[in-house]
């Protein structure tokens, strides 16, 4: 079961078409652009690479085997897109995402206020239910706002939402090996971005559950939802909460690499979705119900769908030396 929310159905969708929209490595400045307010980047070199592992812990996801990629040259910014840059390329461009159009988007119970009536998904996850006008803005609905949260990571921003502000600040979503590679930052087949440390209830190293999923959370990190996007210490490339704290879109279609008659009925069920690899778990993944949050563990959801949970953060190419 992942933590992620259930994917929009056709029903759901509106008729109208979306709106258009390594080694240790060195810290380079933002280039100029439409984006004044994007981080650093970490520099990963060309280099032959791989994805996935050889250790799968949830195999029906195609963690493993490991297998061999080669990268390019790429950037990677060290933060998670905030809140306040998402809202900076709204008032620049007018843009308006998935879930408001729609005019809800799924939001994590415990996030809520008691007492509150709201559409409660009856599948095998209650805790996500519809709320009437959650978006990027009111992420929890209309009776939520950003106060405090600038430079929280944005969430209830689908593949779409996020593809078009990466056009907007002249970047992309990143590649699944991209993500993986940035992740381990020369580190090897290890489970976490900090290596092979188990995080417990006790131990921190992210933003993830603490307590038993989904009734308790002891907050031993400190957040219930969100937290900043560097309120926990980097990985050896730089690069802040690769971790917990939200799911990650990425460019690239979902796919579970197997001959078994489960992985080809859900590959047809992710392609006739449109859905798209998500990577880095979020705050509510914990070892007992979603141990997601490892390097090599993978999520989707489909291009227009949104949640309290879901974020991104851009990559940029390199150009080829002349050398």
């Known amino acids: 079961m992942s933590c992620c929310a259930n994917s929009r159905t056709p029903q759901q969708r509106p008729h109208e078409k979306p709106a258009a929209a390594g080694s240790p490595i060195n810290a380079s400045s933002p280039a100029p652009g439409n984006d004044a307010e994007a981080p650093p980047r970490a520099r ?8 996935g592992t050889d250790r799968p812990l949830i195999a029906a996801d195609g963690e493993g085997p490991a297998r ?41 119970i415990g996030l809520l206020p008691d007492g509150a009536g709201y559409y409660a998904n009856e599948g095998e996850t209650p805790w996500w239910v519809r709320v009437e006008g ?17 430079d929280h990571p944005v969430v209830q921003v689908s593949w779409n939402d996020a593809s078009a502000f990466a056009a907007w600040s002249g970047g992309r979503l990143p590649t699944e090996a991209e993500w993986e ?109 979603c141990h997601r949050y490892r390097i090599a563990a993978r999520s989707a959801l489909t291009i227009d769908s949104s949640t309290s949970n879901a974020g991104f953060r851009l990559v940029y190419d390199v150009a080829a030396s002349a050398d």
């Open 134 to 150: 959650a978006s990027w803005k009111t992420p929890e609905g209309p009776a939520s706002d950003l106060a405090g949260r600038g």
């Open 44 to 51: 990963f070199e060309a280099a032959r690479s791989f994805i």
């Open 68 to 108: 061999p990629v080669r990268l390019d040259a790429f950037e990677m910014e060290t933060e998670t897109v905030t809140n306040d840059r998402f809202a900076a390329f709204v008032a620049a461009t007018g843009y308006v995402t998935e879930a408001e159009r729609f005019g809800w988007s799924p939001v994590f």
């Open 181 to 289: 590679h940035a992740a381990r930052a020369g580190l090897g087949d290890v489970r976490y971005p900090w290596g092979d440390d188990e995080p417990d209830d006790t131990t921190i190293f992210c933003n993830i559950w603490q307590g038993v999923f989904p009734h308790r959370n002891t907050l031993a990190d400190g957040y219930l939802g969100t937290s900043p996007v560097r309120a926990f210490q980097p990985n050896r490339a730089g690069l802040y909460g690769m971790a917990g704290n939200v799911w990650e879109w990425t460019q690239d279609a979902y796919r579970v690499r197997s001959l078994s008659k489960a992985a080809k009925a859900r590959n047809r069920h992710a392609a006739l979705g449109q859905e798209k690899v998500m990577k880095g778990g979020s705050f509510l993944c914990h070892v007992s119900y």
